[in-house]
């Protein structure tokens, strides 16, 4: 069974910075891609950055040039640098893993951006 372990949400001033992680654990084939989404209340689950194994990351355009996603493949984990964080950043924001035959969700982590 595969477990997906994020952390390092928590609640920021407006312009400051945090870092998810997110840890995938268990018997799995190697992970093609990582990504994190967010769920803003009353809103559907979005994309916020995406990364293929060997690929270029993609990025949604309300977070371009502020957050930067990264993987360790050695570590199955991906993080998320999130700086010049604004109060519409605030959401749930899910780890998402997929490889062949597989997809994954971590549980979510709460973040909040106070103004």
């Known amino acids: 069974q595969v477990q997906l372990v994020e952390s390092g949400g928590g609640l920021v001033q407006a312009g400051g910075s945090l870092r998810l992680s997110c840890a995938a654990s268990?018997?799995?084939?190697?992970?093609?891609?990582m990504g994190w989404y967010r769920q803003a209340p009353g809103k559907q689950r979005k994309l916020v950055a995406s990364?293929?194994?060997?690929?270029?990351?993609t990025y949604a355009y309300s977070v371009k040039g502020r957050f930067t996603i990264s993987r360790d493949n050695a570590k199955n984990t991906v993080y998320l640098q999130m700086n010049s964080l604004k109060p519409e950043d605030t959401a749930v924001y899910y780890c998402?893993?997929?490889?062949?035959?597989?997809?994954?969700w971590g549980q979510g982590t709460q973040v909040t951006v106070s103004s």
């Open positions: 268990g018997s799995m084939s190697s992970i093609a891609a």
């Open positions: 990364m293929y194994r060997g690929g270029k990351p």
């Open positions: 998402h893993i997929g490889g062949m035959g597989f997809s994954y």
